[in-house]
């Protein structure tokens, strides 16, 4: 059965603080991606990895950057966050493009910044 | 960037009742998936379509792609509680080098009341 699986599900951080924010998966896959998703806005793409040390913005990678130093795990650090970086974040991996596209999230992890 | 605009926002139906949701765009999609993310979980794969007028069935559920290729809906018949959860469609750009990257509708809430 395939897996991913995320570090934290609730975490509670302050303004200011650096935030590790995991994601491991077990399928062998080379693509990996975080989103943050809000309530009418859907899932954003912040940042996503095709294989190991590589990395691309997505859409809103402003305030985040990502380490993928293996290929099952790959990691969102919020340099110094802030509250408008409340969020469920969400990571997903997939099979490199071989049809679908299909992509297995975890299940979230909901950050607060106070 | 190609948006995807989801209807109705929310639905809240009762036990037993159909319903129906959309996913349209300006655009035409190269392939659309449908995805549902149920409380507290990261968003599931449903079904991918592919082809201009197909219908796809899974069990109770009804996907169909629109001949154009630019519109997607999915009926749920005699709905169950258990189909509750936020309906989201996902497009696969259409760029050569989209590394598997999906872009997200903000979804239809579907609530099932017994």
């Known amino acids: 059965d395939v897996k991913v699986t995320q570090s934290s599900r609730y975490l509670v951080k302050r303004t200011g603080e650096k935030v590790f924010l995991e994601c491991v998966q077990d399928?062998?896959?080379?693509?990996m991606f975080w989103y943050r998703q809000d309530p009418g806005l859907g899932l954003r793409l912040i940042y996503f990895?095709?294989?190991?040390?590589?990395?691309e913005k997505g859409d809103i990678p402003e305030g985040y950057s990502v380490s993928r130093e293996k290929k099952e795990r790959f990691s969102l650090i919020l340099e110094s966050a802030s509250t408008n970086q409340t969020s469920m974040y969400l990571c997903?991996?997939?099979?490199?493009?071989?049809?679908?596209?299909?992509?297995?999230f975890g299940p979230g992890t909901r950050l607060t910044v106070t | 960037t190609q948006l995807l605009e989801q209807s109705p926002q929310f639905l809240s139906i009762q036990e037993g009742e159909n319903l129906t949701v959309y996913c349209n765009s300006s655009?035409?999609?190269?392939?659309l998936q449908w995805y549902r993310q149920e409380p507290g979980e990261g968003p599931v794969l449903l079904v991918t379509?592919?082809?201009?007028?197909e219908v796809k069935k899974l069990k109770r559920l009804t996907f169909q792609f629109g001949d154009a290729r630019k519109d997607s809906s999915l009926h749920i018949t005699a709905a169950q509680p258990g189909d509750t959860g936020l309906y989201l469609c996902?497009?696969?750009?259409?760029?050569?080098?989209?590394?598997?990257?999906?872009?997200f509708g903000a979804g239809t809430q579907v609530v099932v009341t017994p």
């Open positions: 997903a991996s997939s099979p490199p493009q071989q049809g679908s596209y299909e992509q297995y």
């Open positions: 399928m062998d896959h080379e693509n």
């Open positions: 990895s095709y294989d190991v040390k590589m990395k």
């Open positions: 655009s035409v999609f190269s392939s």
């Open positions: 379509v592919v082809t201009g007028g």
């Open positions: 996902a497009n696969q750009p259409m760029t050569t080098d989209s590394w598997g990257k999906l872009q």
